[in-house]
């Protein structure tokens, strides 16, 4: 990340402190992070629920336990197809973080 080395300061109205707080809470970031992505283009989303992160991790150990059995695999067919499948897996999870964590990126429309 690159350094940080200028200082903004600004004003903001009450009912804009207080949305900006709110806004931060639910993406689960602090306000600072927020301001960051918004000028870098994304739209934080709302912070999914711990069932997503729960299942997540479900994909990432079926994804590795598939990887073992490719490993031990000894036809070279199977193991090149298990291979891709746990490829696809691992881009799967990917792009679910991508979609649910990052936001999407709009272009600005002053550009």
Aim: overall charge negative.
């Amino acid at each position: 990340m690159a350094r940080k080395g200028v200082k903004k300061q600004f004003w903001l109205s009450q009912e804009q402190a207080y949305d900006l707080a709110h806004k931060a809470a639910l993406a689960c970031l602090d306000e600072v992070a927020v301001i960051r992505m918004l000028l870098a283009g994304y739209h934080p989303p709302e912070a999914p629920s711990e069932a997503f992160h729960e299942d997540m991790e479900s994909l990432l150990r079926a994804s590795d336990d598939l990887y073992a059995l490719a490993e031990r695999c000894k036809d070279s067919e199977g193991k090149k197809m298990l291979m891709e499948t746990v490829a696809d897996m691992r881009e799967l999870r990917m792009d679910l973080r991508r979609k649910y964590l990052i936001g999407e990126r709009e272009e600005a429309k002053w550009q």
